[in-house]
């Protein structure tokens, strides 16, 4: 079976909004690389980016991984942050799907509060305060 994983790239902040994100969601980090841990032939890594984050990734759930890297400046990256990546939750309960909104949510911008819709499930969107968007869907188990 494919395993769909999520990938972020933050403009050096990687380990604040991981660390965030693993006060929400609990485990442990599945790896924490830092530039200065993986040099690279050829690349000079300087004073100031040697302990940003190479690579994190942070399992949420059984079978997905939250990942990151910082873009540094210092090597020509530049991190344009657009409106075309969401990271959909889909939660167990109802009371997750609170959970979840409310702590992500908390310092964000809102786009569509969590409520019942039109479909039939329980969703709400917003941007996260280090500019992630995120959909929180619980979909009602199906009366049969």
């Known amino acids: 079976m494919t395993k769909l994983n999520t990938y972020l790239n933050f403009a050096g902040n990687?380990?604040?909004?991981f660390?965030?994100?693993k006060s929400v969601f609990g485990g442990k980090f599945s790896s924490v690389v830092r530039f200065k841990d993986m040099?690279?032939?050829?690349?000079?890594?300087?004073?100031e980016d040697e302990n940003k984050i190479m690579h994190i990734g942070?399992?949420?759930g059984n079978n997905h991984t939250l990942m990151a890297t910082d873009t540094l400046a210092s090597l020509g990256?530049?991190?344009?942050?657009?409106?075309n990546v969401y990271i959909s939750i889909h939660p167990a309960s109802k009371e997750e799907a609170d959970r979840i909104f409310n702590a992500l949510s908390a310092?964000?911008?809102?786009?569509?509060?969590i409520a019942d819709q039109p479909w039939g499930d329980y969703y709400g969107s917003f941007k996260d305060k280090?500019?992630?968007?995120?959909m929180v869907?619980?979909?009602y188990p199906k009366k049969g």
């Open 14 to 17: 990687t380990e604040e909004a």
């Open 19 to 21: 660390n965030f994100y």
């Open 39 to 47: 040099p690279m032939q050829g690349v000079s890594i300087s004073t």
């Open 58 to 60: 942070l399992p949420i």
């Open 77 to 83: 990256q530049k991190l344009v942050q657009g409106n």
């Open 107 to 113: 310092g964000g911008t809102m786009e569509m509060t």
């Open 130 to 134: 280090y500019g992630v968007q995120w």
């Open 137 to 139: 869907n619980y979909s």
